[in-house]
């Protein structure tokens, strides 16, 4: 049998072994718990806010890239159409999201206008993170087949011989629409009565259903009913012409020289949103757009994809808010409240 004093020399040994080992255990534990707690983005749905109506090309296109964005991401993106005011109602609500990368805006070429047509409650540079920018399209001047103009030039003169008569219709004051139109207005020298509606959609629809005679509006959103002779198209808005309307000129080589409007579509997040979230994002989303399925469609659509960095993305808004607020200016357009 072992003595006392032996007994106590190996209680000693264990103790002091207790007091080496215990720190590393609780170490390795909490290793542990942090692991299991700093769970992978994303782990529950996204909302996909566009801050206009469904059927417009902002809706279009948010819908492509959120289905993608769910097979990709492996959970759900969810399209939240919050239309109103040109899409400042939306684009508040998402900018007023908790920035954890769960709340994303799909923005256009009206985010970049907009600060010239509203007194905005949140500064348009500072209350997102640029996320990606998706793509860009030309506008399409497009005129319901009853009317008799089959050209740019035919427009024009029909126009000025009937002055206020032709109707376009637009997706509301201060959208897209509106001002690629007023544009077009003003560098053929023409009046045409506008007739605003509640989105792009009701909008084309208008002008298909012989409501309204004239849309200049996205081709994305266009150009199905193009397609099926529900409407003429007499141009393309961009510098070239459209791959997916190669017989239909530019409006600038059509009669317009010097015309040129394209829409575009991006996401951004809330200022604030974690930089290693964004590049998730912004890497997820490149790699859907390098798709060879995603570029079909939107060479399909007259539209194409557009891989930049965030930062880019960023540059890009700036200066299309300096192009655009110049076009709102000299045109007088006035937002209506």
């Not at 509606?197 to 259903?209: C, M, R």
């Not at 003429?232 to 409006?251: H, M, N, Q």
């Not at 317009?256 to 290693?276: K, L």
Request: glycine share 12%.
């Amino acid at each position: 049998m072992r003595n006392k004093s032996e007994v106590r020399r190996q209680k000693a040994g264990l103790g002091w072994l207790k007091v080496i080992l215990l720190p590393s255990a609780f170490i390795f534990g909490c290793a542990l718990a942090a692991g299991a707690g700093a769970q992978q983005f994303p782990t529950r749905p996204i909302r996909l806010i566009v801050p206009f109506p469904p059927g417009g090309s902002n809706d279009i296109v948010a819908r492509l890239i959120g289905t993608h964005m769910t097979e990709r991401l492996g959970k759900t993106v969810v399209v939240d159409n919050r239309g109103g005011a040109g899409g400042t109602i939306g684009t508040e609500a998402a900018v007023r999201s908790q920035p954890d990368g769960y709340t994303l805006l799909v923005i256009s070429v009206a985010y970049a206008y907009n600060p010239a047509l509203y007194k905005l409650t949140y500064d348009p540079l500072n209350a997102i993170s640029p996320v990606a920018l998706m793509g860009t399209g030309p506008n399409a001047l497009a005129v319901h087949p009853s009317l008799p103009a089959k050209s740019v030039k035919e427009l024009i003169a029909l126009a000025k011989a009937r002055p206020g008569e032709i109707i376009y219709a637009s997706a509301g004051v201060g959208t897209f629409q509106h001002l690629s139109s007023e544009l077009f207005k003003l560098m053929a020298g023409i009046n045409m009565l506008h007739v605003p509606f509640k989105g792009g959609g009701p909008a084309t629809l208008s002008v298909v259903a012989g409501q309204t005679q004239v849309s200049i509006g996205s081709l994305i959103q266009t150009l199905p009913h193009i397609r099926t002779g529900k409407l003429r198209a007499l141009g393309v808005g961009g510098a070239k012409r459209s791959t997916a309307l190669p017989e239909v000129p530019t409006i600038a080589e059509a009669g317009v020289r010097g015309y040129e409007a394209n829409n575009w579509w991006g996401i951004v997040a809330p200022a604030g949103t974690s930089p290693a979230i964004i590049k998730q994002l912004h890497g997820d989303i490149a790699g859907i757009l390098n798709s060879p399925d995603v570029q079909k469609w939107f060479a399909s659509e007259g539209a194409e994809p557009v891989n930049r960095t965030s930062e880019e993305f960023g540059k890009w808004i700036r200066a299309e808010m300096d192009k655009w607020g110049k076009v709102v200016k000299e045109a007088g357009i006035k937002a209506e409240f």
